[in-house]
């Protein structure tokens, strides 16, 4: 069973760091594109990241360029989202999601997610 879990959310204020997690089971990551998304407030689902092999190729969302890295580590078979710099508007739930044989570039079809985690940045 494919499976994503999300954690590493919580409250920080501006100007702060989190570091999110994304462990994957059921499936090996070198097979699959990896992304984080998010969803605030009356707002829709934004990508904000995106990971793919063979060659680690990424996608960064223009509104978190220089602040936000995602990294994978198939060993441990789990995905990160480095957020440092953290604005209000960056609060939302962050999702986790997977795309077999996907390509960042190349417009990915996402077929798993995770149950998201909560990130409130304070002002």
């Known amino acids: 069973e494919v499976q994503l879990v999300e954690s590493g959310g919580g409250l920080v204020p501006a100007g702060g760091s989190l570091r999110l997690s994304c462990a994957a089971s059921g499936f090996a990551l070198d097979g699959f594109a990896m992304g984080w998304f998010r969803q605030a407030p009356g707002k829709g689902r934004e990508e904000v990241a995106c990971i793919s092999p063979p060659n680690d190729s990424t996608y960064y969302a223009d509104s978190v360029k220089g602040r936000f890295a995602i990294t994978s580590d198939n060993a441990k078979n789990t995905v990160t989202l480095q957020m440092n710099s953290l604005k209000p508007e960056d609060t939302a739930v962050y999702y986790c999601?997977?795309?077999?044989?996907?390509?960042?570039?190349?417009?990915?079809?996402?077929?798993?997610w995770g149950r998201g985690t909560q990130v409130t940045v304070s002002s």
């Open positions: 999601a997977a795309a077999f044989r996907g390509l960042c570039s190349g417009g990915p079809n996402w077929g798993s």
